[in-house]
């Protein structure tokens, strides 16, 4: 498989989770590279559900090496009880999971954070999982942040940690919010490190041994490009690069070793949280919500559905370099008599084939619609290309074309077997 990127193409939840899944099995190590527990990826095994937040996905197959890199950010807690619910679930977790030594930590104060300021912002709300991300970088880009290499230094912690809770509760006073407590911070996040200090590792000098010895290394993407802090929809973003570039930054793995970058997108279009997007449509919501679809993994809202924006995935392609595309979720339109597929945006006089960096700009567009007919019968039982219906051949090598990437996995359902490796 050599040394591959995987990413979202649109925004987030395009049903990474499990293509990863099924590359893992080509793959020896699998590298999560930045983002924290405020994304979700979903396998479904046998019958088993398995859901899964800042663990790599690779975790569910055997003498697979998963790595939680450098540009992650781990909320200790949260790590330690994911640990342990995979392994009721069965999952061997031993010294197959690594952890970078200088991911930084996410606290209780960044959480209480994150939700005032939403509070603050009333209606122009970003739409945060509340898990307190955003104010993690934002310690780590100031160079106030604490790391995984301070959590597991007891005196060290103690002391940093003291600190940044009168500072923090200085701030959450002036919002209003209740203080933290020292003590029961400090006992929990301890105890926390103490679990986890036997996964601790550098991770830049283990991956480096890995590519000496031609280990072929999957990184695994969270969210998706127009939620990237560069790339996406500013500032209705995450706070980390969810694009290929954010791969290298975030596992110390430079942009030559990499050799190919898959781009995983549904069939049609989902967000969750706020911000423009412009091929939203209330019927197509609706109609996926009854079907028990397009719920976020990790909060339960029901995402935002529309039509697919070629406007938007092309432009991902362009960004990540993407030189595969993996499209999921086919088996949602089954039902339909005709698909709508958006070409370009029109605002006023004025036509895009690009996605306009200016937010209010984005907001004003309408789409620009082509039509393909639908194919009307069941197509979660295909397991090649040639048991796809014409129609549904037609409809993804449509996109791939409008994309610009060739088409080489699609998906039909939410099973391993429900695969197609073109």
């Given at each position: 498989m050599a040394n591959t990127i995987l990413v979202g193409a649109q925004w987030g939840d395009e049903g990474k989770g499990k293509i990863i899944d099924v590359l893992t099995e080509q793959a020896d190590v699998v590298v999560r590279t930045q983002g924290g527990n405020n994304a979700g990826h979903t396998v479904h095994i046998k019958g088993q559900k398995y859901v899964l937040h800042l663990v790599p996905s690779g975790i569910l197959r055997k003498q697979k090496v998963c790595v939680i890199g450098n540009g992650a950010v781990v909320d200790p807690v949260s790590l330690v009880?994911?640990?342990?619910?995979?392994?009721?679930?069965?999952?061997?977790?031993?010294?197959?999971?690594?952890?970078?030594?200088?991911?930084?930590?996410?606290?209780?104060?960044?959480?209480?954070?994150?939700?005032?300021?939403?509070?603050?912002?009333?209606?122009?709300?970003?739409?945060?999982?509340?898990?307190?991300?955003?104010?993690?970088?934002?310690?780590?880009?100031?160079?106030?942040?604490?790391?995984?290499?301070?959590?597991?230094?007891?005196?060290?912690?103690?002391?940093?940690?003291?600190?940044?809770?009168?500072?923090?509760?200085?701030?959450?006073?002036?919002?209003?919010?209740?203080?933290?407590?020292?003590?029961?911070?400090?006992?929990?996040?301890?105890?926390?490190?103490?679990?986890?200090?036997?996964?601790?590792?550098?991770?830049?000098?283990?991956?480096?041994?890995?590519?000496?010895?031609?280990?072929?290394?999957?990184?695994?993407?969270?969210?998706?490009?127009?939620?990237?802090?560069?790339?996406?929809?500013?500032?209705?973003?995450?706070?980390?690069?969810?694009?290929?570039?954010?791969?290298?930054t975030g596992s110390g793995i430079p942009p030559h070793r990499i050799d190919r970058v898959v781009g995983v997108m549904k069939a049609y279009t989902t967000r969750v949280g706020e911000g423009p997007l412009p091929t939203e449509n209330a019927e197509i919501a609706d109609m996926l919500h009854a079907m028990g679809r397009e719920f976020g993994a990790t909060t339960g809202r029901p995402r935002r559905c529309g039509w697919f924006d070629s406007v938007a995935t092309r432009h991902a392609a362009m960004v990540n370099g993407i030189d595969d595309?993996?499209?999921?979720?086919?088996?949602?339109?089954?039902?339909?008599?005709?698909?709508?597929?958006?070409?370009?945006?029109?605002?006023?006089?004025?036509?895009?084939?690009?996605?306009?960096?200016?937010?209010?700009?984005?907001?004003?567009?309408?789409?620009?619609?082509?039509?393909?007919?639908?194919?009307?019968?069941?197509?979660?039982?295909?397991?090649?290309?040639?048991?796809?219906?014409a129609k549904t051949r037609t409809y993804l090598k449509a996109l791939a074309e409008l994309t610009g990437a060739k088409l080489a996995i699609a998906s039909v359902g939410p099973g391993r077997e429900q695969t197609i490796l073109i």
């Open positions: 009880e994911e640990i342990e619910g995979l392994r009721k679930l069965g999952v061997k977790i031993d010294r197959n999971l690594y952890l970078s030594e200088t991911a930084h930590l996410v606290l209780p104060y960044h959480r209480e954070l994150d939700a005032q300021r939403e509070i603050v912002k009333g209606k122009n709300k970003i739409g945060t999982t509340k898990r307190g991300i955003g104010p993690a970088y934002g310690d780590k880009a100031a160079r106030t942040g604490l790391r995984v290499v301070d959590l597991v230094k007891p005196e060290r912690f103690k002391q940093q940690l003291e600190l940044k809770i009168k500072e923090n509760n200085g701030i959450l006073k002036a919002f209003g919010a209740k203080p933290l407590s020292f003590k029961k911070v400090h006992e929990e996040y301890r105890a926390a490190g103490d679990y986890l200090k036997p996964f601790v590792a550098n991770t830049v000098i283990l991956l480096h041994e890995a590519v000496r010895r031609g280990d072929d290394i999957l990184f695994e993407g969270a969210q998706g490009t127009f939620l990237d802090i560069d790339h996406g929809t500013y500032p209705f973003v995450t706070s980390s690069n969810t694009t290929a570039g954010g791969a290298c595309l993996a499209i999921t979720n086919i088996d949602g339109l089954d039902s339909l008599e005709t698909i709508k597929v958006c070409i370009g945006y029109r605002d006023g006089d004025r036509q895009y084939d690009y996605v306009p960096n200016d937010i209010e700009v984005l907001a004003r567009c309408q789409p620009v619609y082509a039509e393909f007919p639908g194919w009307r019968t069941p197509t979660d039982r295909a397991r090649k290309m040639s048991d796809l219906p």
